[in-house]
């Protein structure tokens, strides 16, 4: 495990059991983000490393419920998406893009012409990901 995703964890299990971002899980969760954004930026573009598909992954979930930071937690979780499109959590971050342009559409973030498409397209793709992954059990029951 990393430094970032210890540092997210800390936080994640602070902001589960009270359900709120308080001072100290704000703090926890700002540590995490700063060592996520020094890797994404040591290491931009590559696709080699497996941390760095766990660092837009944890970015992501920053954004989204540290700092309600939709537009930004999008796009970490497009980079997860379009980068490493096997990784552990990739259709989670494909659906997580959809949620995410959802919520920006109903505070007024996005107009629906622009959040509409990519809500669809981002929950088509994890259904088609999830049809692609349930074949083999068809095949087996037949």
Known sequence: MTLGEEYFR?????FLATRTVDTDTRKIMEKALGVFT???EMLPGSTFSAHLADTWYYRGQICRYVYGWY????QCYQQVV???PGYKYARE???RIGDCYERMMSLGWATESEARPKIEQA???TIDVMQIA???WK???S
């Open 38 to 40: 020094w890797v994404a």
């Open 134 to 136: 349930m074949v083999p």
């Open 71 to 74: 537009k930004e937690a999008a």
């Open 123 to 125: 929950y088509k793709a």
């Open 10 to 14: 800390q936080g994640w299990r602070r």
């Open 82 to 84: 379009t980068n490493w």
């Open 93 to 95: 971050a494909q659906f």
């Open 139 to 141: 095949r087996l029951s």
